[in-house]
């Protein structure tokens, strides 16, 4: 029997990785749904290709253009539009898999709604989980719904963990703490000063991973690598402390798990997302991704260094947030992607990022994150907190 999956953001990087891993395996994958927020012909095109049973456009408008050019295809495809749409396709009683791949906070419903629905999770929006941790893991375990990462550190580490590792206590015994890779991004080993004249351009010009604009922007500043720490204590179950950051420029390793008896486990292979979505798709078994395998002799030197905190404040702003608890983590959350959009429009330089986060950290209240009602009502003063300091700026 084939596995029915949902893609939300199918038209991004990840949207579209996942459909190329599909397309290798029409057997025993079927499209259910494909999302985009407002690319028409992208969407259309991914349609025709793998002829979903729906496509949901977020923008209304979008919806209807859509509807109007698969009217004039062969195709059965039933558009839907709206928020409500994306949870309806995440949590359809056909649906197996969902692979949550919208960016930023617009994905938290409908991945949360693939959660309560008892799914198979492939979660690479790591924006849902830093918002809601606690609220996300209990939906997982009250509906019996699978969580996988797709974010290639975590899915490194889930694969070098022991097995189990959550629920066995003599499994947790064994591991000493959590090596989590990052590659520093365009701007490794620059200056604050330099760093202040960066333009977006510069910024999402990622070293070793072609990804959407925002994780881009977020490799450049460390905050991707603040959320992912954040992420990991939440799907790995551990204090922020279990957690060390290594700079390895390469990202040939995307991550490791250090035991107590002194041996690293590491998983490797070249920086390409559709390595850790097959793993996702297929887990527990491992499929044909289309990544070619890793040539050790062109990649004969790995290096690591530790991260300057000095220069990149993200990361202990992200521990910051995940120690304070509750709502932090989504106000740091919101104020990253409003600063980022900005940064993105010219409107702010680089460093203003983490120096509005710092700041809707340190102006908004923090709450205890127990209902979805508290967690959105925080991202929005966030977005408020953060806009009011950029208009003024500006
Ligand atoms: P992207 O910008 O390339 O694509 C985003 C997708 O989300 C698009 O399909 C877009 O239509 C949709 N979208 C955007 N705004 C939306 C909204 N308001 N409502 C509904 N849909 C919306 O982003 P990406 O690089 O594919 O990243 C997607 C997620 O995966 C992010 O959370 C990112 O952190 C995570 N991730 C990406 C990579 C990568 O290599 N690209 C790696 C690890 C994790
Ligand atoms: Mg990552």
């Not at 009683?93 to 919208?102: P, T």
């Not at 179950?237 to 402390?241: E, G, L, Q, R």
């Given at each position: 029997m084939s596995q029915m999956i949902t893609v939300l953001g199918a038209t991004g990087s990840i949207g579209k990785s996942t459909l190329d891993v599909l397309a290798r395996h029409t057997d025993d994958y079927q499209v259910f749904a494909l999302t985009a927020n407002t690319q028409v012909d992208a969407l259309l095109q991914q349609c025709i290709e793998h002829r979903p049973q729906y496509a949901v456009m977020v923008d209304e408008k979008c919806a209807v253009q859509l509807r109007a050019k698969i009217a004039l295809s062969d195709l059965t495809t039933e558009v839907l539009s709206g928020v409500d749409a994306l949870c309806q396709v995440s949590s359809?009683?056909?649906?197996?898999?969902?692979?949550?791949?919208?960016?930023?906070?617009?994905?938290l419903l409908p991945t949360l709604s693939a959660a309560r629905a008892g799914k198979r999770v492939l979660l690479a929006n790591k924006e849902a989980l830093v918002m809601s941790g606690q609220l996300f893991m209990e939906a997982i375990k009250d509906n019996n719904a699978l969580l996988l990462p797709i974010d290639s550190e975590h899915n490194a580490i889930f694969q070098s963990l022991p097995v189990n590792f959550k629920d066995d206590p003599i499994a947790r015994k064994q591991v000493r703490n959590i090596l989590l890779t990052a590659s520093?991004?365009?701007?490794?080993?620059?200056t604050h000063e330099q760093l202040q004249r960066v333009t977006p351009a510069q910024a999402v010009k990622h070293p070793n991973w072609s990804m959407g604009q925002k994780i881009s922007v977020d490799s450049a500043s460390l905050m991707n690598k603040g959320l992912e720490l954040i992420e990991a204590c939440w799907l790995f179950?551990?204090?922020?402390?279990q957690i060390e950051v290594l700079v390895h420029?390469?990202?040939?390793?995307h991550s490791m798990v250090q035991y107590v008896d002194g041996s690293v486990l590491a998983q490797m292979g070249n920086p390409d997302m559709r390595t850790p979505i097959a793993y996702g798709l297929a887990w527990p078994n491992r499929i044909e991704s289309g990544v070619a395998s890793l040539d050790f002799l062109t990649h004969s030197q790995l290096n690591f260094e530790p991260p300057n905190h000095d220069v990149f404040p993200a990361l202990n702003l992200s521990r910051q947030a995940f120690d304070a608890g509750g709502t932090a983590a989504a106000i740091l959350n919101a104020a990253n992607e409003v600063a980022v959009a900005a940064f993105l429009r010219e409107?702010?330089?680089?460093?203003?990022i983490t120096d509005l986060v710092d700041a809707a950290l340190n102006g908004c209240e923090f709450e205890t994150a127990d209902n979805i009602e508290v967690i959105l009502a925080a991202d929005s003063s966030a977005r408020r907190f953060v806009q009011e300091k950029i208009t003024a700026w500006t």
């Open positions: 359809a009683s056909e649906v197996d898999q969902v692979m949550a791949a919208i960016v930023g906070a617009a994905g520093g991004g365009p701007f490794r080993g620059w179950d551990v204090k922020a402390k420029p390469e990202s040939i390793v409107q702010i330089p680089f460093t203003a």
